[in-house]
């Protein structure tokens, strides 16, 4: 890529960048404000670094309107033009009741051989 000249690279960053928007689904909620996730690892994501240039703490990950886990972010820092986030967890949100909570109906929860 060092051949190429600093118009094209950065013509390919930018095309890069718009797909990358176009196809994200997932999205990073956190004081209000929500940007679009570009990749996602375990460990960590990606955000557009033209939109955000430094987060930690405490944030949402939403699919859409749905949310889908909540993570606390350690670590950030730019890499072209992105955003590298890692995450020290990654917690799923569950939907529907905790498991300690009394079930309506009543089928058996495991099976135990007769002795």
């Known amino acids: 890529m060092e051949f190429l000249s600093k118009e ?4 390919l960053r930018e095309a890069t960048r718009r797909d990358s928007k176009r196809s994200a689904r997932l999205s990073v909620h956190a ?5 679009p996730i570009l990749k996602r690892w375990s460990g960590g994501f990606s955000l557009d670094a033209a939109q955000v240039t430094n987060l ?10 749905r949310p889908v886990a909540t993570a606390l972010i350690v670590a950030a820092e730019v890499d072209g033009f992105e955003l590298i986030c890692s995450t020290k967890r990654e917690t799923p949100v569950r939907h529907g009741p905790a498991l300690d909570f009394e079930r309506e109906d009543r089928t058996p929860l495991g099976f135990m051989p007769p002795a």
């Open 56 to 65: 930690r703490g405490h944030v949402q990950i939403f699919d859409g309107e």
């Open 31 to 35: 004081g209000g404000r929500v940007w």
């Open 8 to 11: 094209i690279l950065a013509g």
